[in-house]
Nanobody, 124 residues
Framework: QAQLVESGGGLVQAGGSLKISCLAS????????MGWFRQAPGKEREFVAA????????YYGDSVKGRFAISRDNAKTTVYLHMNSLKPEDTAVYYC?????????????????WGQGTQVTVSS
């Protein structure tokens, strides 16, 4: 089993920046592909970004492309999501996820482990 714990969420004004983190422990996560998803009230879970195990390839959802950046530090078993130019529509609970097979997927069902989420609220 792998455990994922998100942190760094909070309240930020529109146009601002925020960095959230996901610490992985338990079963080795260094070969996992990692992803970020988000879910706003009354909406389906939405793909945000994903990164391969070595950080060499990243993939973004259309709504965040050019504003968000995903990165990872395998020595710290931590994945980050750097969010810039935040908009009120970015308000959601952000979830970290790990894909044991290492594929770079935008499909939530492809991920094997999930964190509990961290709330990000962007005020207008």
């Amino acid at each position: 089993q792998a455990q994922l714990v998100e942190s760094g969420g909070g309240l930020v004004q529109a146009g601002g920046s925020l960095k959230i983190s996901c610490l992985a422990s338990g079963r080795t996560s260094r070969t996992f592909a990692m992803g970020w998803f988000r879910q706003a009230p009354g909406k389906e879970r939405e793909f945000v970004a994903a990164i391969t195990w070595n950080g060499g390839t990243t993939y973004y959802g259309d709504s965040v492309k050019g504003r968000f950046a995903i990165s990872r530090d395998n020595a710290k078993t931590t994945v980050y999501l750097h969010m810039n130019s935040l908009k009120p529509e970015d308000t959601a609970v952000y979830y970290c996820a790990a894909d044991f097979l290492g594929s770079l997927s935008y499909v939530a069902n492809d991920y094997d482990y999930w964190g509990q989420g961290t709330q990000v609220t962007v005020s207008s």
